[in-house]
């Protein structure tokens, strides 16, 4: 992995995503390099590693915090932030750098609302965080209830039971708790209701968007039928029925 430390000018950015306010990426690019990755369109901005695959580097923004704290200093009123929509903010490099838990500490004293969406367990590092805020709720990625299907378009992201251990341990900690089902992959819809139906109060359900980056690993594996429109309308409409009024599309 190449870490590049790099100095951003703006870390709070208006965003174009329904229902989201604004959004904070503390990372450009991401240690998980899922193969389906929307984000990976971000080595464009990249003074480093335009030309690195997705998944093997990482610039850390190591001067966001006191860009925020200016930028939030200079709003009228709070608002609303998703961590993150461009990175994880919980890739390994934060274990190391800390930026996502410094920005969730200065969004609450400065009274922000504040979703956050990751793949990986070590967001219960800072379940003391959210237990003293109002207004968080953490959302974790489980597409797949198949750890053998994560290993293959995910190989370097969390295994799935750690991400459902997560979940567990912020839902029984009081923290508002969601799942973001996306984008469909291959699995077995009700064992993966089964397993999030106790530690979430809503799932977010979306279909397979940039299906060109993963058409070869489908077709190598026979996932034939679970690469159609069919697949994602049908096993969508089995979570939603399950999850009843906790369930929606994205
Ligand atoms: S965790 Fe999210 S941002 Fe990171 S590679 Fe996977 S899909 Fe992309």
Redesign the pocket.
Same mark, same amino acid.
């Given at each position: 992995m190449d870490i590049t430390e790099i100095i951003t000018r703006s870390a709070l950015v208006r965003s174009k995503i329904p229902d989201v306010e604004y959004v904070i990426n503390p990372y450009l690019g =991401? !240690?998980? !390099? =899922?193969l389906?990755?929307? #984000? #990976?369109f971000m080595r464009r901005y990249s003074h480093h590693h335009a030309q690195f695959r997705? !998944?093997t580097f990482v610039e850390v923004k190591v001067n966001i915090v006191e860009i925020l704290r200016a930028e939030l200093s200079r709003k009228r009123k709070a608002g609303t932030v998703l961590l993150?929509s461009? =990175?994880?903010p919980y890739?390994p490099v934060e274990m190391r750098y800390r930026l996502t838990r410094q920005c969730i500490e200065l969004l609450g004293e400065f009274g922000w609302g504040i979703d956050i969406?990751?793949?990986?367990p070590l967001v219960t590092r800072d379940i003391d965080l959210f237990s003293s805020m109002s207004r968080i709720s953490v959302g974790i990625?489980i597409p797949t209830d198949s750890d053998r299907i994560r290993k293959i378009l995910?190989p370097t992201?969390p295994p799935i039971k750690s991400r459902l251990a997560a979940l567990k341990q912020l839902h029984e900690a009081g923290v508002d708790t969601w799942a973001f089902i996306g984008p469909l992959l291959p699995m077995n819809p009700r064992n993966l209701y089964k397993a999030l139906n106790p530690y979430v109060n809503h799932v977010y359900i979306d279909s397979l968007n940039y299906r060109d980056k993963v058409r070869n690993v489908f077709i190598r594996n026979r996932w034939d039928y679970e690469f159609t429109d069919d697949y994602a309308l049908k096993t969508g409409d089995e979570l939603i029925r399950m999850f009843n009024d906790r369930a929606q599309r994205v």
């Open positions: =991401c !240690g998980h !390099g =899922c389906y990755c929307y #984000a #990976a997705w !998944g993150s461009v =990175c994880d890739q969406l990751t793949r990986s990625s995910e992201s």
